[in-house]
């Protein structure tokens, strides 16, 4: 059995899990050390049709790692987003356990440490007899709990996953608080960190908010919500910072849009007159949402600015959900993230603790 086994999880998505996996896997791969990855259960990550069930983040740890296991040994179980039990009707449970413990011993098989992805939650999988921290005492792993800082309530947050833990006789080995705001970083480490640490938990990295790495391409976005470029197509490489909702008056929208830059907005496909403020204003990329198309008098304007017009099928909500989930998301074969991560965590996590403690 491997000696070394980190389970990475968190309690919501988006929190940066996977950032944190690749980082302190290429952080032991530069010491020699054989790493392995494992993702029990995923979801479905694309919205683009035929990749419903390909996870991203696993292509890119199989890709840093070199590791030769098939995807389905690596993540023995992808559902679907939203609506899944119809596949499971006839589950046995005991079945789906055995199947994930045979999958964990191959990938393991000849690694000096193991990393362990979770889902959004500590609790996806229960259906399966394979919680978080059930897997975790299986495996014999640590549990490394990742979390995006927002407010003084994920302190409520920490300790209802402390408690849910100790529910398998599993222990928290640590907390890392990722993309912290500049203004609220001197009162994580200050009021934050003591508070968590005085509930026997130790605060194993502090990571700010990094643009860089959060930032995305108006291509990207395109590509993860496959949508249909209407015009502006030469500005696809436009980076996005900001997400906007045009949901005003076209007034009140222009100095909403002037306030911020590298601004993506999503407004209805029939709001011409905010899909042309957004262009008078030098907004990255439009996404039309409903798909409902504007006036054709906004194409040629796209076009001209560089601006790419997306229209898509979902409402305005959905797409900004959607959108939510891409920040932060690091594709095969994209160095300039990878390497903003590795450099971020090593910069703000205590990385050499948890490789060397987590025996």
Known sequence: MVKKSIYIA?????????????????????????????????LEASLV?????????????????????????????TLKRDYFLKDFLNLDVSQCVESVLKSYREASNGKDIMLIEGPRSLSIGAFLGCPVPKLARDFNAKVLLV????????????????????????????????????????????????FIERQGIKVLGL?????????LTAG??????GGEVL????????????????????????????????????????????????????VSAIILTGNLYPSAKVFPKADHLKIPLIIVPYDTYTTLQHVQKMIGRIKPGDPRRINAAINLVKKNVDWEYILKAAS
């Open 10 to 42: 968190s309690t919501e998505e988006s929190t940066g899990k996977s950032v944190i996996a690749l980082s302190l896997a290429s952080i032991a791969k530069e010491s020699g050390e054989k790493i392995g990855y494992f993702k029990p259960v995923s």
């Open 49 to 77: 049709h035929g990749r419903e069930g390909i996870d991203e983040d696993i292509e890119v740890m199989r890709r840093i790692l070199g590791l030769k296991a098939e995807y389905n040994v690596l993540c023995p179980f």
């Open 147 to 194: 979390l995006k800082f927002k407010d003084d309530f994920i302190i409520d947050e920490i300790l209802q996953a402390q408690e849910y833990c100790a529910r398998w006789d599993v222990k928290l080995f640590g907390v890392i608080l990722n993309r912290i705001s500049q203004d609220a970083i001197g009162r994580v480490e200050k009021v934050i960190k003591p």
């Open 207 to 215: 990571i700010p908010e990094d643009k860089a790495l959060s930032a």
């Open 220 to 225: 990207e976005v395109c590509e993860f919500i």
């Open 231 to 282: 015009a502006g197509e030469d500005g696809m490489d436009n980076l996005i910072e900001t997400i906007l909702i045009g949901a005003m008056t076209p007034e009140s929208a222009a100095k909403y849009f002037r306030k911020v830059t590298n601004e993506l907005v999503i407004t209805g496909g029939d709001r011409s007159d905010i899909i042309l403020t957004a262009l008078e204003t030098g």
